[in-house]
C-alpha cells in the first residue's frame, strides 16, 4: 500500500513503519487512532492532553488509544515527562502495508485499513475543499484538483509510481528541519492514489 504522507517532526526517526499484523493492520483502521498518528508526525511530541484538545476527544479516550499504538509500535514515549504527564511521539514517518497477500487474514485486514484510510483522505479533502474560500489566491491557484486515466500496464504502474516517489522524496526533509524550507512554504498534503478502473468495458480485444 502506498505509504501515508504525513510529516514526522523528529529527524531521528526511521522513515516508515511496515504494518503486516492482522492485529496490528486492524488497530490502525481506527479514525482516531490514524489521527493521532497524524498530528504526532506533524505537531508532536505531545500528552495526551494535548492530544485531547487536538482531537476534541477526552483525555481517558485519547489515552487509551495511544497505548494501543504504541502496542503495535507505532507510537511511543518520548522524553521529558512528568509524572502521568508523558509525551508521546510517532516512530516513523510513514505507514505502510501489503498491497497483496496470499495470506487471506492479512490482505482481509490491509484491505480494510486501506478503505478506512481512503474514507479519511476524503474527509480531509472535503473540508479542504470547503475551507478553499480562505485561501490566498496564489495557493488556489498553486491547489491541484483532478484525476487522468490512462492505459498501463502492472510495470508501468509501479514505475510510475516509483519515478512519482523520486519526485517527492526531496522535499521531505524539510518535515523534520525547518531549516531547509524557503520563505512561504506550508503543510501540503499529496495524495497518491492509482487504481485499476473496473468500471470501464475493457476495449481489448479477447
Same mark, same amino acid.
Given at each position: 500500500?502506498? *505509504? !501515508?504522507?504525513?510529516?514526522?517532526?523528529?529527524d531521528?526517526?526511521p522513515?516508515?513503519? +511496515?504494518?503486516?499484523?492482522?492485529?496490528?493492520?486492524?488497530?490502525?483502521?481506527?479514525?482516531?487512532r490514524?489521527?493521532?498518528?497524524?498530528?504526532l508526525?506533524?505537531?508532536?511530541?505531545?500528552?495526551?492532553?494535548?492530544?485531547?484538545?487536538?482531537?476534541? &476527544?477526552?483525555? $481517558?479516550?485519547?489515552?487509551?488509544?495511544?497505548? !494501543?499504538?504504541?502496542?503495535?509500535?507505532?507510537?511511543e514515549?518520548?522524553?521529558?515527562?512528568?509524572?502521568? *504527564?508523558?509525551?508521546?511521539?510517532?516512530?516513523?514517518?510513514?505507514? &505502510?502495508?501489503? &498491497?497483496?497477500?496470499?495470506?487471506?487474514?492479512?490482505? /482481509? $485486514? $490491509? @484491505?480494510?485499513?486501506?478503505?478506512?484510510?481512503?474514507?479519511?483522505?476524503? *474527509?480531509?479533502?472535503?473540508k479542504?475543499?470547503e475551507?478553499?474560500?480562505?485561501?490566498?489566491? %496564489?495557493?488556489r491557484? $498553486? /491547489?491541484?484538483?483532478? @484525476?487522468?486515466?490512462?492505459?498501463?500496464?502492472? /510495470? =508501468?504502474?509501479?514505475?510510475?509510481? %516509483?519515478? !512519482?516517489? =523520486?519526485?517527492?522524496?526531496?522535499? %521531505?526533509? +524539510?518535515?523534520?528541519?525547518?531549516?531547509?524550507?524557503? /520563505?512561504?512554504?506550508?503543510?501540503?498534503?499529496i495524495?497518491?492514489?492509482?487504481?485499476?478502473?473496473? @468500471?470501464?468495458?475493457?476495449? &481489448?480485444? *479477447?
Amino acid at each position: 500500500m502506498p *505509504e !501515508i504522507s504525513e510529516p514526522q517532526s523528529g529527524d531521528q526517526q526511521p522513515r516508515s513503519i +511496515r504494518l503486516t499484523d492482522p492485529r496490528a493492520l486492524r488497530a490502525y483502521a481506527h479514525p482516531l487512532r490514524m489521527s493521532l498518528v497524524g498530528l504526532l508526525r506533524s505537531s508532536g511530541p505531545f500528552t495526551a492532553t494535548r492530544a485531547a484538545e487536538l482531537t476534541g &476527544e477526552s483525555v $481517558a479516550s485519547c489515552s487509551y488509544h495511544l497505548r !494501543i499504538l504504541a502496542k503495535y509500535g507505532l507510537v511511543e514515549e518520548a522524553p521529558g515527562g512528568r509524572g502521568r *504527564e508523558k509525551p508521546w511521539r510517532a516512530t516513523a514517518r510513514y505507514t &505502510e502495508w501489503p &498491497e497483496y497477500s496470499e495470506d487471506a487474514t492479512v490482505a /482481509e $485486514a $490491509a @484491505d480494510a485499513l486501506s478503505a478506512a484510510v481512503a474514507e479519511r483522505y476524503f *474527509e480531509r479533502v472535503t473540508k479542504a475543499m470547503e475551507n478553499r474560500h480562505r485561501l490566498p489566491r %496564489e495557493w488556489r491557484e $498553486a /491547489e491541484q484538483f483532478g @484525476d487522468s486515466l490512462l492505459h498501463l500496464t502492472p /510495470e =508501468e504502474l509501479a514505475g510510475l509510481g %516509483e519515478r !512519482i516517489n =523520486e519526485l517527492l522524496r526531496p522535499y %521531505e526533509e +524539510r518535515a523534520s528541519d525547518p531549516s531547509l524550507r524557503p /520563505e512561504g512554504a506550508r503543510p501540503v498534503s499529496i495524495l497518491r492514489i492509482a487504481y485499476l478502473d473496473q @468500471d470501464i468495458p475493457d476495449s &481489448e480485444e *479477447e
